[in-house]
């Protein structure tokens, strides 16, 4: 037998036995490597006689073809092998008992501020966002808030640099801003959010939520702003007849500035929204200040409107009957289960943002 013909039956034995994809990868290389001894068979080619070429170089392709075919035989094979082992391997135990399933709840803070962006949508206010981390210039220059102003005091601010830029924001104001900046009136926005301050007792959390709301156009007065409230406050507290009064107040970013009170009630030791003589404080308001305009590149000889902000954890309290503010942060699973939303236990009010 020729050279050729033993290389061959010696390597379609060895690819028989073979069961690994290391060891074909190995007998791969020995033949058909750089150096392999197939390879190097057709570097003899050259030195044989013209008689002998021909008949050499035909046996030697034949070869070649032969031990190629096997190698792609034998590595479909073990391919398959390989997937039968991992599968057996794998088998799911159908036998096993289930895992314990437990269904999350909505806390009542988000189901409020869905309920809320969902009555405001309804009058065509849009939702807006921006960052818990602000700079100084939106949180208070830019809201007519200069330097020295107390409300930077009273504010109890959480400054991150040193040099006072970059802050916690303290309310969701600065999202007028941006609002403004970003694109060109008429503007109609709500922006909900987490805002923070130094403060901590039953009705004070260092982070706590709120809701801005902003409506630029070119003929809004404060007309609008009341009817937008009072639709507001009868929606959200479903009830048809609302007591509201606007209280004169102050704040640098709006003028006139309001508050408003609501009327309400106190029957067997539950709060009722709507009737008695007793008023409860539940947002500040006000005009947009022109300046406020102005630093916002909207020129207030041709726009003005309205703006607010409303304490979303306050209005959850109320809503919902939750006494202490910070119960809504400590994320206790027993209090989540009692006061949280099942994930189809929509409310009456609610008809969904995409409506
Ligand atoms: N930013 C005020 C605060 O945190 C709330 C507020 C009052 C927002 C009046 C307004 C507004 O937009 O017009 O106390």
Redesign the pocket.
């Known amino acids: 037998m020729s050279e050729i013909e033993k290389l061959k039956s010696q390597y379609l034995d060895k690819l028989d036995k073979c069961s690994s994809t290391d060891d074909l990868n190995k007998i791969k290389s020995e033949l058909f490597g750089k150096n392999g001894l197939i390879t190097n068979q057709f570097k003899f080619i050259a030195t044989k006689n013209e008689n002998e070429k021909k008949n050499f170089a035909i046996k030697l392709n034949d070869i070649k073809i032969i031990l190629q075919e096997k190698l792609n035989l034998v590595n479909k094979k073990i391919e398959i092998e390989e997937i039968n082992k991992k599968l057996s391997n794998e088998k799911i135990d159908v036998t096993l008992p289930e895992r314990s399933f437990k269904q999350g709840k909505i806390h009542p803070i988000s189901q409020v501020i869905d309920e809320i962006s969902s009555i405001f949508s309804e009058i065509g206010f849009s939702v807006a966002e921006g960052p818990d981390v602000e700079n100084e210039y939106n949180n208070f220059t830019a809201l007519n808030t200069p330097q020295n102003h107390p409300a930077r005091d009273m504010h109890d601010t959480f400054y991150l640099s040193e040099d006072k830029n970059l802050l916690l924001r ?2 969701t ?1 600065p999202v ?1 801003i941006r609002t403004m900046l970003k694109g060109k009136p008429p503007f109609k926005i709500i922006a909900p959010g987490r805002t923070y301050r130094c403060d901590s007792d039953q009705t004070h959390t260092p982070m706590f939520h ?1 809701l ?1 709301g902003l409506h630029i156009d070119k003929d809004i007065n404060m007309g609008h702003l009341k009817g937008c409230l009072n639709y507001f406050i009868k929606e959200f507290f479903e009830v048809k007849k609302l007591k509201m009064r606007f209280r004169p107040s102050h ?1 640098p ?2 003028e006139p ?1 309001a508050e408003v009170d609501i009327g309400y009630d106190l029957k067997d030791g539950k709060i009722v929204i709507g009737e008695g003589n007793k008023w409860l404080e539940i947002l ?3 005009m947009v200040h022109p300046n406020v305009l102005i630093n916002s590149k909207v020129d207030p000889s041709k726009y003005q409107g309205f ?3 409303i304490g979303i954890d306050r209005l959850a309290m109320l809503k919902y009957g939750i006494k202490d503010l910070r119960s809504f942060f400590e994320s206790n699973y027993k209090w989540l289960n009692h006061y949280g939303f099942d994930p189809v236990d929509v409310p009456t009010n609610y008809r969904g943002l995409s409506r």
């Open positions: 303290t309310h104001s007028q709120q801005e704040f970013f709006t500035s500040g308001c006000g703006a607010f902000g």
